[in-house]
């Protein structure tokens, strides 16, 4: 099954992935406000957004994603790691890590449409909210930032360039 030839790359170490990562408190804030246009809406698209009521549910589904997701692909050492903050703010340079990483030429992967989309600005891989970063500062109460910061306090510090990826 394709299950075990991923679990069998990733053990070997021959799984490269590139992802990008976000500072939890403003991927919990983008994730609350999806749920909250969700629930508007009355749509039933994105069930995991709209079970998102409160502002602590949405803190504990960032956390959940980055302690079980995110670190553990960033302690591995086999991805190329980047800011959501530059997918955003500088599209144009994602294309030549995406390349540089997986050892191929730019030129190449300019003639796919879905990479030129991401790039571009057209069509972005995420649903969720590209406003101001550090908006969650004003929205969530001392209380959940500080519940966030005892959970991910090292990846915060990741986040915020106060510790290299190394440290986490």
Not at 11 to 32: I, K
Not at 89 to 107: C, K, Q, Y
Request: charged share 25%; net charge positive; proline share 6%.
């Amino acid at each position: 099954p394709p299950t075990q030839k991923v679990a069998s790359l990733i053990s070997e170490g021959r799984l490269h992935v590139l992802m990008s990562y976000r500072h939890p408190g403003d991927a919990a804030l983008s994730m609350f406000e999806a749920g909250e246009k969700i629930r508007a809406e009355g749509s039933d698209r994105q069930p995991a957004f709209a079970r998102l009521t409160t502002h602590r549910a949405a803190i504990d589904a960032a956390i959940g994603h980055v302690e079980t997701t995110l670190l553990p692909w960033l302690r591995s050492g086999q991805g190329e790691a980047f800011a959501f903050d530059v997918l955003v703010s500088e599209p144009e340079t994602v294309l030549p890590r995406i390349a540089g990483a997986a050892g191929l030429p730019v030129a190449r992967l300019n003639g796919d449409a879905a990479t030129r989309n991401l790039v571009s600005g057209r069509k972005r891989v995420y649903n969720f909210n590209s406003g101001q970063s550090g908006r969650y500062r004003d929205a969530f109460s001392v209380g959940d930032i500080a519940y966030m910061s005892e959970r991910l306090g090292p990846f915060i510090d990741f986040c915020e360039g106060r510790i290299p990826r190394a440290a986490l």
